[in-house]
């Protein structure tokens, strides 16, 4: 007997083993042996594959649903992007789902909340606005919003000629298979916003200070908006002084600034820059992440598969799945913007990480003359 099967089941059928079993789901139950090695792996088992989604093969299709459906009719006039192993809950990776958003020019639409939270990374257009219990956010290219769990929200474009497109990331698949969303319209359709916009940013967003005489009591930060300009100066400034990660770089996190923690519970994010020709090392660890190419080229080699992207594309690295990245420019750095879901595992002590320690810490890539991509045509 090989130790290696030692406790686990190897109970093979006969006709009157077959036939309790079935006796059993009269029953409504059923025999442990016979899934135990199915949901007691040795190690995670996730459903989800490595995939990238090219953002000049999605781009035409986001314009297209604008003019095919109305936002009011559509709900959100979103581009999902759903993971092959995923489908039945509508997830990009693991249990977070993500999305193309796209308002047309002088759109707005109405406001609404739920128990799922959400965050959006501004990819094109100038006017995107979004109101998060009553504070109006103005942002653009690259700028991270964050719209937590329970609070009102509603969004528009006030360009008057570039349609507004944004990737929205949600826990949505998280949140439906603990049964735990909730939906509802606002009473009056659209929140009252003060004159100020982006009243958290003054309020929370000096990166060194804090109001002394405000008291927050909700686990999400109070900071709702992180733009661009200021998460770049960070990661220049840390990278005169750091090698950052071997795995990731100069990773930073955006952060609650009153906890130092993530943004909400459910949900972190960061920012890495790869210097000009960086490679990292790979690692894996539980816990999955959805990238966005903020800036730069470069690929990605994820459970033995190479992935290129170039800016704007999205890629998923499932849980536990071995992955490193390299920025491909040897005169220009490159940013990956990241979500993920490290506060659920840590918050339940799911955590794990592991670093790869064969050849010299990079992975051997089963197919380097095709770069894999699933996206359908
Ligand atoms: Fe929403
Ligand atoms: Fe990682």
């Known amino acids: 007997m090989r130790e290696d099967i030692l406790g686990r089941s190897r109970v093979e059928d006969t006709d009157e083993l077959v036939q309790f079993y079935r006796r059993l789901e009269t029953m409504g139950a059923g025999a442990l042996w016979t899934v135990a090695n199915d949901i007691e792996p040795w190690y995670p088992q996730p ?14 299709s986001v314009l297209e649903s604008a003019s095919l459906v109305s936002g009011d009719d559509a709900g959100r006039r979103v581009v999902m992007l759903v993971n092959d192993g995923r489908k039945e809950l509508s997830a990009a990776v693991g249990l977070l789902y993500t999305g193309l958003q796209i308002m047309n020019p002088g759109e707005s639409m109405t406001a609404h909340r739920h128990a799922a939270s ?8 100038e006017g995107a606005w979004t109101i998060v219990d009553g504070d109006r956010l103005e942002a653009g290219a690259r700028d991270f919003l964050i719209t937590p769990s329970g609070t009102w929200h509603e969004h528009g474009n006030d360009s ?23 939906y509802a319209v606002h009473p009056e359709l ?81 920012m890495q820059l790869l210097r000009p020709g960086q490679a990292t090392l790979a690692h894996r660890h539980t816990g999955s992440v959805i990238y966005h190419v ?47 879901d490290f506060p659920v595992m840590h918050a339940l002590d799911l955590y794990q990480e592991a670093a790869y320690t064969d050849n010299h810490g990079h992975q051997t890539v089963e197919d380097t003359l095709e770069p894999a991509t699933t996206v359908q045509q």
């Open 190 to 270: 659209h929140q009252q916003p003060g004159k100020v916009v982006n009243t958290s940013l003054r309020e929370y967003g000096s990166g060194i200070l804090t109001p002394a005489d405000r008291g927050w009591s909700k686990r999400y930060s109070p900071l709702l908006a992180y733009p661009w300009e200021r998460t770049y100066e960070a990661l220049l400034a840390r990278a005169e002084v750091s090698d950052g990660s071997p795995y990731d770089g100069i990773i930073m996190e955006y952060v609650n600034p009153l906890t130092g923690g993530s943004v909400m519970p459910t949900m972190g994010a960061h």
């Open 294 to 340: 903020a800036k730069g080229c470069g690929h990605s080699i994820i459970g033995g598969q190479r992935f290129d992207w170039q800016e704007n594309d999205i890629f998923c690295v499932p849980s536990w799945a071995w992955h490193e990245h390299a920025n491909d420019d040897d005169r220009n750095d490159a940013c990956l913007f990241s979500f993920n």
């Open 47 to 60: 459903k989800s594959v490595p995939m990238l989604w090219r953002y000049e093969q999605l781009r035409p």
């Open 118 to 125: 959400a965050l959006r990374f501004v990819i094109e257009g």
């Open 160 to 182: 008057a000629s570039s349609p507004v497109i944004w990737q929205d990331g949600l826990d949505i698949p998280l949140v439906n298979t603990l049964d735990a969303n909730f």
